[in-house]
């Protein structure tokens, strides 16, 4: 158990903070890039090339600054207030279609609980070194 206790936060953060960046990294794929700005389009939204580049951004700065705990509180927080609207617009399991929802809903749920992995994130570097 001491080998958990010991390890349990540093390999949590890396894992949370490899989520984010991989997923950023994705999107320079020119291809995946492209398929990424027309969904984000087909929700409605204007200018889906600079959402998806905020988007980028956004995950690759916060989930580095997660990895190295450099204004971790702050990138936990900013990650997890991206997350709402982008899981309840992405992923709206109550309209979907019957063939939809277990897809969805899942999506929605791992969303839900990667939200959670950066409250206790952000929780725990707060409560450990003070706010950095």
């Given at each position: 158990m001491?080998?958990?206790d010991r390890f349990s936060a540093p390999v949590g953060r890396?894992?949370?903070?490899?989520l984010f960046v991989t997923a950023g990294l994705t999107f320079f794929?020119?291809?995946?890039?492209?398929?990424a700005r027309s969904v984000i389009?087909?929700?409605?939204?204007p200018f889906p090339g600079e959402w998806l580049s905020l988007t980028m951004v956004?995950?690759?700065g916060c989930g580095a600054l997660l990895l190295i705990r450099r204004a971790a509180p702050y990138a936990a927080a900013a990650?997890?207030?991206w997350m709402i609207p982008?899981?309840?617009?992405?992923?709206?399991?109550?309209i979907a279609t019957p063939d939809q929802v277990?897809?969805?809903?899942?999506h929605f749920l791992k969303n839900v609980g990667i939200a959670g992995g950066l409250l206790c994130l952000r929780a725990q570097d707060r409560n450990s070194k003070g706010l950095q």
């Amino acid at each position: 158990m001491r080998f958990l206790d010991r390890f349990s936060a540093p390999v949590g953060r890396a894992m949370l903070a490899l989520l984010f960046v991989t997923a950023g990294l994705t999107f320079f794929s020119k291809s995946y890039f492209g398929f990424a700005r027309s969904v984000i389009g087909s929700y409605g939204l204007p200018f889906p090339g600079e959402w998806l580049s905020l988007t980028m951004v956004l995950e690759i700065g916060c989930g580095a600054l997660l990895l190295i705990r450099r204004a971790a509180p702050y990138a936990a927080a900013a990650l997890f207030l991206w997350m709402i609207p982008a899981t309840l617009m992405f992923h709206p399991f109550w309209i979907a279609t019957p063939d939809q929802v277990p897809d969805q809903l899942f999506h929605f749920l791992k969303n839900v609980g990667i939200a959670g992995g950066l409250l206790c994130l952000r929780a725990q570097d707060r409560n450990s070194k003070g706010l950095q």
